[in-house]
């Protein structure tokens, strides 16, 4: 009957950050239109992305480099964009800090301090961007304090703990934002004939085991002998299966439906790893404990690492809650 499918195509991202809060204080309605903005930027991005390959310009480099040192994709500076664009004349969130800008971005119209500030990885696996594979963007949420008044963002210096929100959105065969408020994990697919983002998946368990292990082994050399071992043991044991898109959202994506673990360890070179802390290895660690799974360093929990700089970096050893620990047995051992 037509009421159960009209009612399922309204539990819109707005309507379920409600249905999570069992509340319409404030507060509530605060998030609700975050989320509905975030939903914005994921669909002006989606639309790029399905036809940058037709647009001028869209593709390739800028030619500069982040202050990661990594060389700029233009659709990072485009969905970077995208999210400060959407914040605009919302009232919701006055400081956006991103892998793509030096500085936090202040929203000084009208947008008082002690909002919201968010934390994001506008592309996550650009290097996929120009070859039209899976890419991401992943977002954190928290309560902006403080009145920073030496621009260092001292405030966003802060656990993973203290998360208000976090999520992803994957850019792949359909648009996908998953998504936490603290009440587990729920995925919505964007209907395109609706422009709408549609729950699809409610209350997301990361199974206790699976037998997925996404690593770049090209590292392998790099890595700490600890590493190796585990690496030479799922080698040997019959089971497991290694995936590896270069895209951190859609590894994890597959992790927290079909379990596993995804690593990205320190090497000699760079024994903190690759992954910023604050809009990538935090915000997923919030998903993944929400689903029932963990995230570590490899020697504390990535929600208790706190980071010294914004664009802080901790290696990341991030899934099944069995697969995780395995992991840390095998450093434990070397330690
Ligand atoms: P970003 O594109 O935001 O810089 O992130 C890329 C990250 C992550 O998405 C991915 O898992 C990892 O870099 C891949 O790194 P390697 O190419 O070194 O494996
Ligand atoms: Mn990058
Ligand atoms: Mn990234
Ligand atoms: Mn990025």
Same mark, same amino acid.
């Given at each position: 009957?037509?009421? +159960?499918?009209?009612?399922?195509?309204?539990?819109?991202?707005?309507?379920?950050?409600?249905?999570?809060?069992? $509340?319409?204080?404030?507060?509530?309605?605060?998030?609700?239109?975050?989320?509905?903005?975030? @939903?914005?930027?994921?669909?002006?991005?989606?639309?790029?992305?399905?036809?940058?390959?037709?647009?001028?310009?869209?593709?390739?480099?800028?030619?500069?480099?982040?202050?990661?040192?990594?060389?700029?994709?233009?659709?990072?500076?485009?969905?970077?964009?995208?999210?400060?664009?959407?914040?605009?004349?919302?009232?919701?969130?006055?400081?956006? @800090?991103?892998?793509?800008?030096?500085?936090? +971005?202040?929203? *000084?119209?009208?947008?008082?301090?002690?909002?919201?500030?968010?934390?994001?990885?506008? =592309?996550?696996?650009?290097?996929?961007?120009?070859?039209?594979?899976?890419?991401?963007?992943?977002?954190?949420?928290?309560?902006?304090?403080?009145?920073?008044?030496?621009?260092?963002?001292?405030?966003?210096?802060?656990?993973?703990?203290?998360?208000?929100?976090?999520?992803? =959105?994957?850019?792949?065969?359909?648009?996908?934002?998953?998504?936490?408020?603290?009440?587990?994990?729920?995925?919505?697919?964007?209907? *395109?004939?609706?422009?709408?983002?549609?729950?699809?998946?409610?209350?997301?368990?990361?199974?206790?085991?699976?037998?997925?292990?996404?690593?770049?082994?090209?590292?392998? /050399?790099? /890595?700490?002998?600890? =590493?190796?071992?585990? =690496?030479? +043991?799922?080698?040997?044991?019959?089971?497991?299966?290694?995936? +590896?898109?270069?895209?951190?959202?859609?590894?994890?994506?597959?992790?927290?439906?079909?379990?596993?673990?995804?690593?990205?360890?320190?090497?000699?070179?760079? *024994?903190?790893?690759?992954?910023?802390?604050?809009?990538?290895?935090?915000?997923?660690?919030?998903? @993944?404990?929400?689903?029932?799974?963990?995230?570590?360093?490899?020697?504390?929990?990535?929600?208790?690492?706190? *980071?010294?700089?914004?664009?802080?970096?901790?290696?990341?050893?991030?899934?099944?809650?069995?697969?995780?620990?395995?992991?840390?047995?095998?450093?434990?051992?070397? $330690?």
């Amino acid at each position: 009957d037509y009421e +159960y499918a009209l009612d399922h195509d309204c539990t819109t991202l707005s309507r379920h950050v409600f249905q999570q809060l069992q $509340s319409f204080s404030a507060d509530a309605q605060d998030l609700s239109a975050l989320m509905s903005r975030i @939903a914005l930027a994921g669909k002006l991005i989606a639309r790029r992305l399905s036809r940058a390959g037709l647009m001028e310009g869209a593709l390739g480099f800028t030619g500069s480099e982040n202050v990661q040192g990594e060389s700029v994709k233009k659709m990072d500076v485009y969905a970077n964009e995208v999210f400060i664009s959407v914040f605009k004349q919302s009232g919701l969130v006055c400081r956006l @800090a991103s892998e793509e800008m030096e500085k936090p +971005y202040y929203i *000084p119209e009208n947008c008082p301090l002690g909002r919201y500030t968010l934390l994001y990885d506008p =592309i996550d696996g650009s290097s996929n961007v120009d070859i039209n594979i899976n890419v991401g963007s992943i977002f954190a949420v928290c309560q902006q304090e403080g009145e920073d008044l030496d621009g260092t963002a001292s405030d966003l210096l802060q656990s993973g703990r203290k998360l208000l929100a976090a999520g992803y =959105i994957l850019y792949g065969p359909s648009t996908m934002l998953i998504y936490s408020i603290g009440k587990g994990v729920h995925a919505f697919t964007l209907d *395109p004939s609706l422009g709408e983002f549609i729950l699809s998946s409610e209350n997301i368990r990361m199974p206790d085991h699976g037998p997925i292990y996404s690593a770049n082994e090209g590292n392998f /050399w790099q /890595w700490d002998e600890s =590493i190796r071992d585990y =690496i030479r +043991y799922v080698h040997r044991h019959e089971g497991y299966t290694a995936r +590896y898109s270069g895209a951190l959202v859609g590894d994890f994506h597959r992790i927290l439906f079909q379990g596993g673990v995804f690593l990205y360890p320190g090497t000699v070179k760079k *024994p903190e790893g690759k992954l910023r802390l604050l809009y990538e290895t935090a915000p997923l660690a919030f998903l @993944a404990e929400q689903a029932g799974g963990r995230a570590s360093t490899g020697t504390q929990d990535i929600l208790d690492a706190v *980071p010294d700089k914004l664009h802080a970096r901790t290696p990341l050893i991030i899934g099944s809650k069995e697969d995780v620990a395995l992991v840390e047995s095998f450093i434990h051992e070397r $330690s």
